[in-house]
């Protein structure tokens, strides 16, 4: 079952703009990651924040995480056109054996030029 | 090399062939995973291999047969697929079977069953 959902679905925005993307889980983590998916391509690691972390920064992303609210979000500063994607966030569950990845349902980032 | 190759790029195959997807990785990875990806939902997970052995199936139906031969490759053998069974195939790498890594993903085979 997948452990992570996004929210919102599509975000339509301007260039310039910041895009805030939130994703909320549903048991322990390790770890919380976030990954970009142009169409029909492979995905992008973005970034990865540890349970013991709450916020870290990569460039123009922030992420933060609350293991409280089992929540994160991934904010994109300053967006660019070719921020246009989707993004996953991926949760690593505690209670399961190995390292088994689980995406959420993502967001469709459409920025505008 | 920090990529994840994947041939063929695109796969159109008979409910009766037989055919493998394939997979490389010259990062030095020890882990390596086969995800599924339905249009418009996320990648979900079909076989993870550490060290060249199958550590996880997800209940994965028999028709796909994960093989790792070396280190640095992967493949998918398909038989007898289904239509349902079309999707984008993706491979991905990570240093170890291990939380403290992100993956590496290639760009996919995108397999239509007819």
């Known amino acids: 079952s997948q452990q992570g959902e996004e929210d919102p679905q599509a975000l339509s925005i301007q260039e310039g703009e910041n895009a805030t993307m939130n994703c909320s889980y549903k048991t322990s983590i390790n770890n919380l990651q976030w990954y970009r998916q142009n169409s029909g391509r492979g995905l992008v690691h973005l970034i990865l924040?540890?349970?013991?972390?709450r916020e870290k920064h990569s460039g123009r992303l922030r992420v933060t995480l609350d293991t409280s609210k089992k929540s994160s979000s991934l904010l994109i500063t300053a967006s660019r056109a070719a921020d246009t994607a989707s993004y996953f966030c991926a949760t690593d569950a505690v209670e399961t054996s190995g390292s088994r990845l689980t995406f959420g349902e993502g967001t469709q980032l459409t920025v505008n030029p | 090399d920090t990529e994840v190759t994947q041939t063929p790029k695109h796969l159109v195959m008979g409910m009766t062939n037989k055919k493998s997807l394939k997979c490389e990785q010259h990062?030095?990875?020890?882990?390596m995973y086969w995800y599924k990806q339905k249009a418009k939902k996320p990648p979900e997970l079909m076989f993870v291999?550490?060290?060249?052995?199958?550590?996880i199936n997800e209940s994965v139906p028999s028709r796909f047969s994960p093989e790792c031969p070396n280190s640095s490759l992967l493949n998918l053998h398909l038989h007898a697929l289904q239509p349902e069974d079309s999707a984008l195939y993706l491979c991905a790498s990570s240093p170890q079977e291990s939380f403290d890594y992100g993956y590496t993903f290639g760009s996919g085979t995108r397999l239509t069953v007819v």
């Open positions: 924040i540890r349970s013991n972390e």
């Open positions: 291999y550490s060290y060249e052995k199958l550590s």
């Open positions: 990062m030095g990875h020890r882990a």
